[in-house]
């Protein structure tokens, strides 16, 4: 009679890490990204260098914990770098059209991955370093931030969140960055941050008058500070969830 077990050891399929992210170098502006916490949550960013004057960088935040989200975290990387280095590597390529093919291999991959649905709010851009162009998608993610000469205007949402639904599609406009001009992308985290006393959110509404006022240092020290007034609005509360930003800043000379 045949042994209903088996004598080898079942198959183990190691648990994929995304690659650590080394932000590029950029001509006139500066990028970089912080978070705080334990790396309990879905929290992603990545940027790579996709043509001689373009840069993609984006941030999700897939549902469920770090340790059900990794291999989804690195399937979705894979996609960003390898299809966004197709899609925007030519000179002649329509930034739009790009973006939105981008968003929704991701999405299908994310999909596939997770063998169902997973939603992931994400915020993707590809800069132009030539004319400080800023392209991008937000599918239900936290909106962005710009800080310009006019004040500080919303990026919100241009689609649905990634990982719902297979044949999605999502808008990709363009704005311009001027001169001196901070782009920072917070994560729900932050913005859903409580204070020890009165169970207040810190908001989105907070981190827009902050940001209006900070320092008009590099991309690092923005998400510092800006890492720094949530905690100090927080009071020593224990972090309900990972807390990540990043930010954009293009020089003002």
Do not use: W
């Amino acid at each position: 009679m045949r042994s209903l077990f088996s004598s080898q050891a079942p198959e183990i399929v190691p648990t994929v890490e995304p690659v650590p992210t080394i932000f590029p170098k950029i001509e006139g502006a500066d990028i970089a990204a912080v978070f705080a916490g334990k790396r309990v949550a879905g929290d992603f960013y990545d940027s790579v260098r996709v043509s001689p004057e373009r840069v993609l960088f984006g941030m999700l935040d897939v549902a469920g914990v770090r340790e059900d989200t990794r291999n989804i975290l690195s399937a979705a990387q894979e996609i960003f770098r390898k299809v966004g280095c197709e899609l925007f590597s030519r000179t002649d390529v329509n930034e739009s059209d790009a973006m939105s093919d981008l968003c929704l291999r991701i999405n299908r991959g994310l999909i596939d991955a997770a063998a169902g649905v997973r939603s992931c709010p994400a915020f993707i851009a590809c800069y132009h370093e030539k004319f400080g162009t800023l392209c991008y998608s937000n599918g239900g993610h936290t909106p962005g931030l710009v800080r310009d000469s006019t004040g500080v205007t919303q990026l919100p949402s241009t689609g649905l969140p990634l990982g719902l639904f297979s044949h999605t599609t999502c808008e990709a406009p363009t704005i311009g960055l001027e001169k001196g001009a901070s782009l920072l992308l917070v994560s729900r985290g932050l913005v859903e941050c409580e204070a020890r006393r009165g169970k207040t959110e810190f908001g989105l509404e907070r981190i827009a008058d902050f940001l209006k006022s900070a320092p008009h240092d590099g991309a690092r020290d923005l998400c510092v500070s800006t890492l720094d007034a949530v905690a100090r609005f927080a009071a020593g509360a224990p972090l309900c969830d990972d807390r990540t930003a990043l930010a954009l800043v293009r020089s003002a000379s």
